[in-house]
C-alpha cells in the first residue's frame, strides 16, 4: 500500500479539526439562546457576552429573531453594554415588535449608541403610537420621545419663569424648591402644559434622596379636549404641593436628565426621562 506524504495528512488533520474560532464561535451561538433562558443563566449569559465584547456582537444579532422578549430585552442590555453600533439595523427592525417593552427598549439604545439612521424608523414608531391611541404618558411614548430627543431630532423647551426658577441640585441636576412647586403648576398650566405627575427629592450633604410624595392616583382621560386636560392637571397637582416635603427638598428629575420638553400637539411634549420620570409636562403648539 501506497504511503501517503506526510504533508498531506497534516493538511487534512488541520481541515477536519476544529478550530478555535469555530468552537469560540459556537459558544457565543450557545449563550445568546441562554438569553432566553431562567434568570440566573440569561444574566450569567449576558455577563459572558459583554466580557466577550465586540466579537459577541455578529452572533447576538444573528440571534436576536429566533429569542423571545425576555432574550430580546437582555440582548438589548448586551448591545448597549458593548456599545458596538454595528446592531443599529438589528435593532431598528425591532422597531415593529409586537412586545411595548421590546420597542421601548430598543428607542433608548438606539439613542444610547447615537444610532443617526434611527431617527426617521423612531418617528414611524411614534406615529404607530399615535395610531394604536398609546397614551402618551406611558413608557413607550415616552421612550421614543426621549430617544428622538438625545438624537436631536427634538428641542427641548421650558416656560421662562419655570426655567428662571429652576435651581441646580446636587450633583449637578437641574431641580427646583418645593417651596415654587405651586408656582411652577400655574406657570404651567398658564401655558397650556399638562403636569403627569412630580418627584420630590432631598438634597442633603450633596447628594440626594427620593421622597414620597402623597401618592394621588388620578388619570388623565386623553381623549378629552386639551384644555381640559389642562384644567385637571391644574386642579390635582396643587394637592401634591399641599403635600409638599420641606424647603430642603427639590422638586427635580432625577440626576441626570434634563428639564421637561415640549413640542408640537400630534406628540406634545416628554417627561424628562423614561424609565424614572419625575415632574413631567407636555404641551401642544402655540
Request: with cysteine; aromatic share 8%; charged share 20%.
Given at each position: 500500500?501506497?504511503?501517503?506524504?506526510?504533508?498531506?495528512?497534516?493538511v487534512a488533520a488541520h481541515f477536519?479539526?476544529?478550530?478555535?474560532?469555530?468552537?469560540?464561535?459556537?459558544?457565543?451561538?450557545?449563550?445568546?439562546?441562554?438569553?432566553?433562558?431562567?434568570?440566573?443563566?440569561?444574566?450569567?449569559?449576558?455577563?459572558?457576552?459583554?466580557?466577550?465584547?465586540?466579537?459577541?456582537?455578529?452572533?447576538?444579532?444573528?440571534?436576536?429573531?429566533?429569542?423571545?422578549?425576555?432574550?430580546?430585552?437582555?440582548?438589548?442590555?448586551?448591545?448597549?453594554?458593548?456599545?458596538?453600533?454595528?446592531?443599529?439595523?438589528?435593532?431598528?427592525?425591532?422597531?415593529?415588535?409586537?412586545?411595548?417593552?421590546?420597542?421601548?427598549?430598543?428607542?433608548?439604545?438606539?439613542?444610547?449608541?447615537?444610532?443617526?439612521?434611527?431617527?426617521?424608523?423612531?418617528?414611524?414608531?411614534?406615529?404607530?403610537?399615535?395610531?394604536?391611541?398609546?397614551?402618551?404618558?406611558?413608557?413607550?411614548?415616552?421612550?421614543?420621545?426621549?430617544?428622538?430627543?438625545?438624537?436631536?431630532?427634538?428641542?427641548?423647551?421650558v416656560t421662562p419663569l419655570t426655567?428662571?426658577?429652576?435651581?441646580?441640585?446636587?450633583?449637578?441636576?437641574?431641580?427646583?424648591?418645593?417651596?415654587?412647586?405651586?408656582?411652577?403648576?400655574?406657570?404651567?398650566?398658564?401655558?397650556?402644559?399638562?403636569?403627569?405627575?412630580?418627584?420630590?427629592?432631598?438634597?442633603?450633604?450633596g447628594r440626594a434622596y427620593g421622597?414620597?410624595?402623597?401618592?394621588?392616583?388620578?388619570?388623565?382621560?386623553?381623549?378629552?379636549?386639551?384644555?381640559?386636560?389642562?384644567?385637571?392637571?391644574?386642579?390635582?397637582?396643587?394637592?401634591?404641593?399641599?403635600?409638599?416635603?420641606?424647603?430642603?427638598?427639590?422638586?427635580?428629575?432625577?440626576?441626570?436628565?434634563?428639564?421637561?420638553?415640549?413640542?408640537?400637539?400630534?406628540?406634545?411634549?416628554?417627561?424628562?426621562?423614561?424609565?424614572?420620570?419625575?415632574?413631567?409636562?407636555?404641551?401642544?403648539?402655540?
Open positions: 500500500m501506497a504511503r501517503r506524504p506526510l504533508g498531506a495528512l497534516l477536519l479539526a476544529p478550530g478555535p474560532l469555530r468552537i469560540m464561535t459556537s459558544h457565543i451561538e450557545t449563550l445568546v439562546q441562554q438569553l432566553d433562558g431562567k434568570a440566573d443563566e440569561s444574566y450569567d449569559a449576558r455577563a459572558e457576552l459583554v466580557w466577550i465584547g465586540a466579537d459577541a456582537i455578529p452572533a447576538v444579532i444573528n440571534g436576536l429573531p429566533s429569542l423571545g422578549g425576555f432574550g430580546q430585552l437582555t440582548a438589548i442590555e448586551v448591545f448597549e453594554e458593548v456599545g458596538d453600533p454595528r446592531c443599529g439595523p438589528a435593532l431598528i427592525g425591532l422597531l415593529d415588535s409586537d412586545n411595548p417593552t421590546v420597542r421601548e427598549w430598543v428607542a433608548m439604545a438606539l439613542a444610547s449608541l447615537e444610532i443617526d439612521d434611527a431617527v426617521e424608523p423612531l418617528r414611524r414608531a411614534y406615529r404607530a403610537c399615535l395610531e394604536r391611541a398609546t397614551p402618551p404618558d406611558w413608557t413607550e411614548s415616552v421612550g421614543i420621545r426621549w430617544a428622538l430627543t438625545e438624537l436631536g431630532a427634538r428641542t427641548p423647551v426655567a428662571r426658577l429652576r435651581a441646580t441640585a446636587a450633583e449637578g441636576a437641574p431641580g427646583w424648591p418645593s417651596a415654587h412647586f405651586a408656582e411652577i403648576i400655574y406657570d404651567l398650566a398658564d401655558h397650556a402644559q399638562v403636569i403627569l405627575y412630580s418627584q420630590f427629592w432631598r438634597v442633603d450633604a421622597v414620597s410624595g402623597p401618592g394621588l392616583d388620578w388619570e388623565l382621560d386623553w381623549t378629552a379636549p386639551w384644555e381640559h386636560l389642562v384644567d385637571e392637571s391644574r386642579a390635582w397637582s396643587p394637592l401634591e404641593a399641599s403635600e409638599a416635603p420641606s424647603a430642603t427638598t427639590s422638586s427635580s428629575p432625577p440626576l441626570g436628565s434634563t428639564v421637561p420638553t415640549c413640542t408640537r400637539r400630534g406628540d406634545r411634549c416628554r417627561p424628562s426621562t423614561p424609565r424614572k420620570s419625575a415632574t413631567a409636562m407636555w404641551s401642544r403648539a402655540t
